[in-house]
C-alpha cells in the first residue's frame, strides 16, 4: 500500500508547459505529482499569456523570476542554473508535443507528456531514439492506468485465472460535444481541428486510454489486425471523427470491440472493460472504480472491492485509500506521477536493474498508442478494411 513515504533520495524539480489557470488538464499533473513528496514544482511556462501565466505560477508558489513566458525562455533560463528543473511536463494541446518534447530532451531534461504523445509514429520513434541517447526518461499520463483494479485483472489474466483470453470489449464515452462547436470553447475548437489535434478526435483523445489500459491488462497479447469505422456526426469536424467503433484481432485468437464516442448524449462520462476467458471474465468502470465484477462459469457473481486482503498483490501495491475509501482519478494519477518519478531517479542513479522490471507509461507506451492510432486511421480511409497491425 502506498502510504506517502518518500522512495526517492530527493523531489524531482519540478516544471510545466501549460496546464495554467484556464485548463483542466493542469491541475490533474499538479494533483498527481504533488502528493507524495516526489516532486516539487519550481518552475513554469503556464500559459500563452505571459501575464496571466506568471499571476498563476506565483498563487502556485513558484517564483516569479521562474515563471516563463515561453518554453524556450525555460530552457534556457533552467538549464543555466545550478538548481534547474529536472523534469517537465508537456500539458499543452497535441501540436505542441514534438516539438516542446524535443527541445526539453536536447537540452537534458526528462519529459513527461499528455497523450497522444505525437502525430506519427516516425515522431515517436525520434523521440525514443533521442531519449536513449541522452539517457533520459520520456513518461506519459494515461489517467486511470495507475488504478489498483487495473493492475488487479492484469494479475488475473498473467495467472491464468481467467483461463485463455477470448473477447476484450472496451468503451470510453461521453455527449460532452453532441451539439456543434459553435461558441465552443478552446479546449474543444483544437481538438477538432487536424492541423492542431492531429489525424484524429475521439480515437487519440480518449479511445487511447482504453488501449493502454488493455495493454496492461492483457500482457503479452497483441493486436495482429483491425477495423476501424468512424464518422463525424457533426459534418464540420470532419474528416476528424466524434464517434468510432474499432474491431481488433489478437494473435492469440482473441477478438476485440473498441466503441468511442463523444456525442453519446446524456452519458456524462465513463470508461468500461470487460475481459474474457475461457474460465471467467472480469469487469470494470469508471464510474464504480472500487469494484471488480468477477465472473466464474457455472458460480456466483462476485464483487471484488479494492484493498481488500483476498486481491493480488500487484493490486494491494497501488492501492491508497484502503477498502473504506474510495480510489479514484487523483489516486490513479499519483501513482503514475509516483512511478515515472522513481524511474527517473534510477536513471539519474543508472539503476538498470530498477528499470528493467519496473513498470510505467513510457515513451514505448506512448509511442504503440500512436501506433494505433494511424493503423485506426489507416483502415478508417479504406472504408473501414482490415488492415494488418504494424
Known sequence: MINGERTIARPLRWGMVGGGRTGQVGYKHRTGALRDGTYQLVAGAFDLDADRGRDFGTKLGVAEDRCYATYQELIAAETGRADGVDVVSVAT????????????????????????????????????????????????????????????????????????????????????????????????????????????????????????????????????????????????????????????????????????SSVDAGNMGSQRYRFVGSKASVAWSDSHPDQLIYQVQGEPERIMHHGMPYLEDESLAADRMGALHTEGLGDSWSNIYLWIAQAIDAKMRGDDAFLASHHYPDIHAGLEGVRWLENCVKSADQDAAWVDFE
Not at 515522431?123 to 489517467?143: P, Q, R
Not at 495507475?146 to 488475473?156: E, R, Y
Not at 483491425?226 to 463525424?232: S, V, Y
Request: glycine share 10%.
Open 93 to 260: 494541446p497535441n501540436f505542441t508535443h514534438f516539438e516542446i518534447t524535443k527541445a526539453l530532451l536536447e537540452a537534458g531534461i526528462h519529459v513527461i507528456c499528455e497523450k497522444p504523445l505525437f502525430f506519427t509514429v516516425k515522431e515517436s520513434e525520434e523521440i525514443k531514439a533521442l531519449a536513449e541517447e541522452k539517457g533520459l526518461i520520456v513518461g506519459v499520463t494515461y489517467g486511470f492506468t495507475g488504478h489498483p483494479l487495473v493492475h488487479q485483472m492484469a494479475a488475473m489474466v498473467k495467472k491464468g485465472m481467467l483461463g485463455d483470453i477470448r473477447i476484450v470489449d472496451m468503451a470510453y464515452t461521453h455527449g460532452f460535444n453532441a451539439g456543434d462547436d459553435v461558441g465552443a470553447p478552446e479546449a474543444v475548437q483544437w481538438r477538432t481541428d487536424p492541423k492542431r489535434s492531429g489525424p484524429t478526435f475521439v480515437l487519440g483523445d480518449i479511445g487511447t486510454h482504453l488501449y493502454y489500459l488493455s495493454e496492461i491488462v492483457l500482457g503479452d497479447i497483441k493486436v495482429e489486425k483491425l477495423l476501424c469505422d468512424r464518422t463525424a456526426f457533426i459534418p464540420s469536424r470532419a474528416p476528424l471523427e466524434d464517434h468510432a467503433t474499432v474491431l481488433m484481432h489478437y494473435d492469440n485468437g482473441a477478438r476485440g470491440r473498441l466503441w468511442v
